[in-house]
């Protein structure tokens, strides 16, 4: 049951998300991609975002952002796009309630009921942010980025 329900929860995640493939992103923003120099490209297809990089660029390297936050200050706008993963995780067993048998003494030919309790797997969903970038005046300023390990 846990693979079918990791299965659902990450397709729902990829469809909320507006999943496309790397392919579909280049096609879709061609003329961006078409004038980069050919180090920036293959930056790109291996999912790399650097400082300076356009929107475009960006939604090429990784795709739609999961939220975005603007900011307008004196100094003029600022632009957060947030990207999240989403899994479930393990949390434990409970349970769901009681299971009837039905059990045949075959000496006394007599039937009786063996009540016990059942439990199952219980995983809950998990959201983490793993990426954000901020843009200043249309270019990537500053990448903070989760660090594992």
Do not use: H
Request: charged share 30%; aromatic share 10%; net charge positive.
């Amino acid at each position: 049951m846990k693979p079918f329900r990791s299965f659902l929860a990450l397709s729902l995640g990829l469809v909320l998300a507006g999943c496309t493939t790397l392919q579909d992103r280049i096609q879709q923003r061609s003329a961006t991609f078409a004038a980069l120099d050919a180090a920036t490209q293959d930056r790109l297809r291996l999912g790399r975002v650097d400082l300076g990089d356009t929107p475009d660029m960006v939604y090429i390297a990784i795709g739609r952002p999961t939220k975005t936050i603007d900011v307008t200050t004196a100094d003029g706008r600022e632009s957060t796009w947030v990207y999240v993963s989403f899994s479930e995780e393990y949390a434990g067993t409970r349970q769901t309630g009681y299971r009837r048998t039905v059990i045949e003494d075959k000496d006394t030919k007599r039937s009786f009921i063996r009540v016990e309790p059942a439990y199952r797997d219980v995983y809950r969903p998990r959201a983490e942010e793993y990426i954000r970038l901020i843009f200043k005046n249309g270019r990537v300023a500053a990448i903070e980025q989760t660090q594992t390990g």
